[in-house]
């Protein structure tokens, strides 16, 4: 197999260890109780710990126990992973500002961008807001038909920059509603409207 197929194949839970999957599926069963959960994660990591089913799993264990700065180091780890199995530059920042073919069906490829829109809304809940943007406009050239929904993440980004020029609070910024469009055309509206704002943020 190619290693894209190969790493098709392990995002979709194939090529664990049996011990590995045992200990995936015992922290599934452990939630609630922390402990055991991260005795589970640790032994499977130990068994696998580049397969991209428990990056996952480690990432959902401290995204859904708020803690994004441990949550944003599992998704630099998943990057990386899956940008060599797409032949991709390491580093995020060092992809080629052209669209990714097979965001629309590719798994390894909706992989990558689903998890680099995980980093950006991080980036933005840590209050690193150049990394979140950095992050977002990587993803609109990488999927410019938004196939993983990064326009809303943005849209979230320049709401809480409006709120800061305006002297409110930006963490109020969340409860606005979602973009009415979908698509490349959430870009087209995001762009549509930051020209009628005068003095619009970037």
Avoid: N
Wanted: proline share 8%; net charge neutral; glycine share 8%.
């Amino acid at each position: 197999m190619t290693p894209v197929a190969d790493f098709d194949a392990a995002v979709l839970g194939q090529g664990l260890p049996p011990e590995a999957e045992a200990a995936l599926r015992e922290a599934g069963q452990a939630r609630g109780d922390a402990t055991r959960t991260m005795a589970a994660l640790m032994r499977a990591s130990a068994l696998a710990p580049s397969h991209p089913a428990v990056l996952i799993a480690f990432y959902r264990h401290y995204f859904y126990s708020h803690r994004p700065r441990l949550a944003r180091a599992v998704a630099r780890k998943a990057l990386l992973s899956a940008a060599q199995a797409l032949g991709l530059p390491p580093l995020w920042r060092d992809v080629p500002d052209c669209p990714l073919p097979g965001a629309g069906d590719d798994v390894a490829t909706r992989f990558y961008l689903w998890v680099l829109k995980g980093y950006a809304y991080l980036s933005l809940r840590l209050g690193d807001g150049a990394e979140a943007q950095a992050a977002l406009a990587k993803l609109r050239v990488l999927d410019p038909d938004d196939r993983v929904g990064a326009a809303v993440i943005e849209a979230v980004r320049l709401r809480q920059l409006r709120r800061l020029q305006d002297g409110d609070d930006p963490d109020d910024a969340d409860a606005g509603p979602a973009l009415a469009a979908t698509g490349a055309q959430a870009w087209r509206l995001l762009d549509a409207a930051a020209t009628a704002r005068p003095g619009s943020p970037s």
